[in-house]
């Protein structure tokens, strides 16, 4: 482990410490974890911003710790489960934390067992894949595609379309987008696991933050004040231009960027996956 692993921890201590204070609690025990999971590009900032208000309505502490993911995002390597599971073994009882993990069966079993309240948000894979040129291209040089989509790349229609059908003869292959989101799909099959959609929190923001309340406390999350405070505290919570890697945040921005040429082959690569996930009635679109 190493000095800054060490630092973020006791950290931790510090803030799980002035929460028992806070709430007059001996100790954190009993108390569930809140976990976002997320697609990347899929409102994940905006989830565990809601998440970190839960500190404000009940016993529940910043965990400070990194993003929980299944893909480096620097080498692009993909960890293995026992790495995963590794990591969530460091989450502690009232923790809260986020990540972009895959629905590997002994993830998706640890996350749904008792003592844990689960969130997976979704987006458009439209937008994702448009954000996803932002984010490669503009906001993240560490990231292991960024020499492609910022030199190789020349305009913002190759770059959507490599987001879109992948890159499947780079030294670390990016998948295209359906083959990208079929791993995840699991935690849309999970009664455990609430899954949202990235905008409902921007056109039904109160309902969704509701449904975000009433499973924490279905799962175990001893909040301190009844909904309608408490979800205006979670509501107050959110700020997306806090969010490292906000841009625009709108809905149905890939708009814009979709030519006839593109939808056609966004439909080719995607297949049915805009259909599965509820944000298409048919390919008439």
Request: net charge positive.
């Amino acid at each position: 482990m190493n000095l800054q692993m060490h630092a973020r921890l006791a950290r931790r201590r510090l803030r799980r410490l002035a929460q028992c204070l806070y709430y007059r609690r001996l100790s954190l025990r009993g108390v569930p974890v809140l976990f976002a999971n997320s697609f990347p590009k899929s409102g994940t900032h905006l989830l565990t911003q809601v998440l970190q208000a839960f500190s404000h309505i009940g016993p529940a502490v910043d965990s400070g710790l990194p993003a929980l993911v299944t893909f480096q995002g620097d080498s692009g390597r993909m960890r293995t489960q026992a790495e995963i599971l590794a990591d969530l073994r460091r989450l502690l009882p009232g923790d809260i934390a986020y990540g972009h993990l895959h629905a590997l069966p002994e993830v998706v079993d640890f996350l749904c067992q008792a003592g844990f309240v689960a969130y997976f948000i979704l987006r458009d894979p439209r937008d994702v894949v448009v954000s996803h040129v932002f984010y490669v291209t503009e906001m993240e040089p560490r990231h292991v595609h960024h020499h492609y989509y910022a030199l190789e790349l020349h305009t913002f229609s190759e770059r959507l379309r490599a987001s879109i059908v992948g890159i499947p003869d780079s030294a670390t292959p990016l998948p295209n987008i359906r083959e990208r989101f079929l791993p995840y799909m699991g935690w849309l099959e999970r009664p455990q696991v609430l899954a949202l959609r990235y905008e409902e929190l921007l056109a039904d923001r109160r309902n969704a933050l509701s449904r975000i309340y009433d499973h924490a406390l279905k799962r175990g999350f001893p909040a301190r004040f009844d909904r309608e405070r408490a979800v205006a505290i979670l509501e107050a919570g959110l700020n997306p231009q806090r969010s490292p890697t906000f841009r625009s945040g709108r809905a149905g921005g890939w708009r814009e960027h979709f030519s006839p040429e593109i939808r056609r082959l966004f439909k080719d690569t995607a297949g049915d996956l805009l259909v599965q996930l509820g944000y298409e009635q048919d390919d008439d679109w």
